[in-house]
């Protein structure tokens, strides 16, 4: 008989058939760590995951019952692990236990969560990861609340109404600051787009497309700690026009933009997809300028959790990883952006005519001005909530006044921006895992160092005092 020794208590000689008394064998348990040991080789380890729960309740078990360490060894050494374990399911359900055990090990915390979303198509991970089955297969019963603006998103989101949300990127720096509400500590666990936006106008501007010619006239931007207020902005002074006196810039929910640009109550907006491109498609108005063309790869819109969700609710944050990074993987693929465009369509989520969708999401559209273009990232869906990212936003914030005092770029960005995170959980999925954390960018051919921000804001002519 073979000598061996079992987890629940390694000074313990136990003697059975094979090394660990569930084998005929002693060959065939080597059959049986061989494939154990090829499995946690390639990563693949649910079959270690399963017998280190089964030893984790039999080792419970026979201690429970045995207490004292001589008493358990006497009675181990007498009988064998496999009889005590036979005596032991003869009286306790030793299968449903080991069971329980696992379920547990990886129990969710809860099962029915509520997602908050507005219909544009910088929520396109969030809405296809429900028709397309990407929650349920986490174990998870979501429900998506379609919510008319983001004051709305960010309330709810307070008083606890969702779970978890979609939002625009710089509305967690915004509301962890206590800036425009209550301060509420907040987490961006993934960029859900990047890019999908773009400066739209009238028809009647189309002899306008020299941004000096905007004085006096109307935009509309979704809220005031949005990419495209920012964006806007930006471009605006890097052309002259002083955001704050040239022109007037109000906010207004995505939904309502087409409406007041149709009714003349503005002249254009930078706003978010697909209401550019259905101003085109309802003849309306035109696209002067996709955002890509300000800042190739920015970030819109946001997939964040509150802090004190996440702590209580580890399981599900994971969970909800996953599905958006499953969802991510699948976006991107150029191939999948038609499917992806008919099943976020319909009412429930966008209540878009298909076709506007999926020009927005393949890149091949009409511009208004007689063009078909093709642009195949237009919209894209890069998830890593790079932390220079954020310390961008915060400079912008300062830059337009938002922000009065000194902050500390480096410490907000890593509390709320989890690219620790969003590492971990790609490499987990066998995604690419990117290296750096601070990588550089150019906004309309101006360099951004993340390691410089007061110098980067300092370079610009036109911001509030």
């Known amino acids: 008989m073979s000598r061996h020794y079992h987890p629940f208590d390694a000074e313990t000689p136990l003697w059975s058939g094979c090394a660990c008394s569930r084998h005929a064998s002693q060959a065939e348990h080597d059959r049986a760590a061989a494939e154990l040991a090829a499995r ?6 649910a079959v270690d995951e399963d017998a280190l729960s089964r030893d984790f ?17 006497a009675f181990l050494r007498a009988v064998g692990l496999g009889t005590a374990l036979a005596a032991i399911s003869s009286v306790l359900p030793l299968a449903s236990l080991q069971a329980m055990a696992k379920e547990k090990q990886d129990a969710l915390e809860k099962t029915d969560l509520k997602i908050g979303f507005i219909s544009i198509t910088c929520a396109t991970l969030l809405i296809m990861a429900d028709p397309l089955g990407f929650y349920k297969k986490q174990g998870l019963n979501v429900t998506l609340n379609k919510t008319a603006g983001w004051a709305l998103i960010r309330d709810k989101m307070i008083n606890k109404e969702h ?16 800036l425009g509400s209550t301060a509420a500590q907040m987490r961006v666990a993934t960029i859900q787009n990047v890019n999908g936006q773009a400066i739209t106008l009238h028809v009647k501007h189309k002899d306008k497309r020299y941004s000096k010619s905007w004085k006096g006239i109307k935009f509309a931007v979704p809220f005031e700690y949005s990419m495209h207020n920012f964006l806007l902005r930006y471009y605006l002074a890097e052309h002259g026009v002083n955001p704050d006196t040239d022109v007037q810039i109000r906010v207004t929910p995505p939904p309502e933009m087409v409406a007041n640009l149709r009714a003349g109550n503005i002249d254009g907006f930078l706003g978010p997809d697909p209401f550019n491109q259905r101003t085109v498609f309802d003849e309306v108005g035109f696209i002067h300028i996709l955002s890509k063309e300000i800042w190739n790869g920015h970030p819109c819109c946001a997939f964040d959790m509150p802090e004190e969700f996440i702590k209580q609710n ?39 005519p298909e076709t506007v969708v999926e020009q927005v999401l393949t890149g091949k559209f009409a511009d208004g001005l007689g063009n078909v273009m093709n642009v195949p990232d237009r919209a894209d869906f890069d998830p890593v909530p790079w932390y220079s990212m954020a310390v961008w936003m915060l400079t912008q914030m300062k830059r337009l006044g938002y922000v009065k005092q000194d902050v500390n770029y480096k410490e907000i960005a890593e509390k709320i921006f989890l690219l620790t995170d969003s ?39 036109i911001k509030k005092a």
Do not use: C, W
């Open 40 to 45: 946690a080789a390639s990563g693949r380890t």
């Open 57 to 73: 309740v039999e080792a419970a078990l026979v201690k429970a019952l045995f207490p004292a360490e001589p008493q358990r060894r």
């Open 163 to 178: 779970d978890a949300s979609h939002f625009l990127s710089p509305m967690p720096i915004a509301m962890s600051m206590g």
């Open 314 to 352: 580890s399981n599900n944050f994971a969970a909800l990883y996953r599905s958006a990074l499953t969802a991510a993987t699948m976006a991107r693929d150029p191939k999948n952006r038609p499917l992806i465009a008919k099943v976020i369509s319909p009412q429930n989520y966008l209540n878009q």
């Open 423 to 461: 590492r971990k959980h790609m490499k987990e999925m066998d995604m690419a895992v990117p290296a750096d954390s601070y990588r550089k960018f150019k906004v309309m051919g101006k360099e951004f160092d993340p390691a410089k921000p007061d110098a980067y804001l300092s370079s610009f002519a």
